[in-house]
T-cell receptor
Framework: AQSVSQHNHHVILSEAASLELGCNYS??????LFWYVQYPGQHLQLLLK??????LVKGIKGFEAEFIKSKFSFNLRKPSVQWSDTAEYFC????????????FGAGTRLAVHP | SAVISQKPSRDICQRGTSLTIQCQVD?????MFWYRQQPGQSLTLIAT?????????ESGFVIDKFPISRPNLTFSTLTVSNMSPEDSSIYLC??????????FGPGTRLLVL
C-alpha cells in the first residue's frame, strides 16, 4: 500500500537553528509532492509543492524542499528557523492515477524556542 | 486559492446523535473531499464528494455512517451518524484547484460524550 513516512514526530530547535524534516514515500510511479503546515489554532495551509522540473522547490516563509527521486524523498528545509515557525508540518503525496487521493504522513511537531 | 468555510467550527454531541457539517467554497470547484484528523494523528480521507452523484468512500468508511451531499459546485455536507466517542475528531473539507492542489477548510472539532 502507498504510504508516507515522516521520520521525526517531534523536533525542538532554538531560533536561528537550521531545520530539515524528512519525508519518504512508497510509490514507484510519478507523484506530486506537498508540504502543508498547521500553525497553532489555524487551519492547514500549503507550504510548497513539487510537480515536475527543478527538484529544489521554494515555498513561503523561506522554506524549501528537495525531491530526490532515487531516494523517494522530499525533505523540507529552512536555513534559520524563527519562533513563528512553531507548527505541525505534514508531508503529502498524490500518486499519479491515484484518483486525487492525497496521502499524508503522520506529521512533525516543531517547537522553536526563542 | 479558494476560500473555504465550515460550519460549525466545533461542537459537543451526545453519543447516538448525528451532526451535519457544512462546507462552503467561494468559487465553483470540481473536486471536494472530506477528511478526518483523529487526536494526535494525521489526516485520513473519508470520501470524495461528487456533484450530482453518490460520494466515493475510502476503505473503512461507509455511507450509512458518513452520508455526504454535494448539491452544487460550491457546497457539500458531511453527516456523522449515530456518533460514539471514537468519532471525536477534527473533520475537514478540502477542494482541489485545476492544478491538482488541495486546499483545506478550517475544520470542525467534534467531541462526542
Amino acid at each position: 500500500a502507498q504510504s508516507v513516512s515522516q521520520h521525526n514526530h517531534h523536533v525542538i530547535l532554538s531560533e536561528a537553528a537550521s531545520l530539515e524534516l524528512g519525508c519518504n514515500y512508497s510509490y514507484g510511479g510519478t507523484v506530486n509532492l506537498f508540504w502543508y503546515v498547521q500553525y497553532p489554532g489555524q487551519h492547514l495551509q500549503l507550504l510548497l509543492k513539487y510537480f515536475s522540473g527543478d527538484p529544489l522547490v521554494k515555498g513561503i516563509k523561506g522554506f524549501e524542499a528537495e525531491f530526490i527521486k532515487s531516494k523517494f524523498s522530499f525533505n523540507l528545509r529552512k536555513p534559520s528557523v524563527q519562533w513563528s515557525d512553531t507548527a505541525e508540518y505534514f508531508c503529502a503525496v498524490l500518486p499519479s492515477g491515484g484518483y486525487n487521493k492525497l496521502i499524508f504522513g503522520a506529521g512533525t511537531r516543531l517547537a522553536v524556542h526563542p | 486559492s479558494a476560500v473555504i468555510s465550515q460550519k460549525p467550527s466545533r461542537d459537543i454531541c451526545q453519543r447516538g446523535t448525528s451532526l451535519t457539517i457544512q462546507c462552503q467554497v467561494d468559487s465553483q470547484v470540481t473536486m471536494m473531499f472530506w477528511y478526518r484528523q483523529q487526536p494526535g494523528q494525521s489526516l485520513t480521507l473519508i470520501a470524495t464528494a461528487n456533484q450530482g452523484s453518490e460520494a466515493t468512500y475510502e476503505s473503512g468508511f461507509v455511507i450509512d455512517k458518513f452520508p455526504i451531499s454535494r448539491p452544487n459546485l460550491t457546497f457539500s455536507t458531511l453527516t456523522v451518524s449515530n456518533m460514539s466517542p471514537e468519532d471525536s475528531s477534527i473533520y475537514l473539507c478540502s477542494v482541489e484547484d485545476r492544478g491538482e492542489t488541495q486546499y483545506f477548510g478550517p475544520g470542525t472539532r467534534l467531541l462526542v460524550l
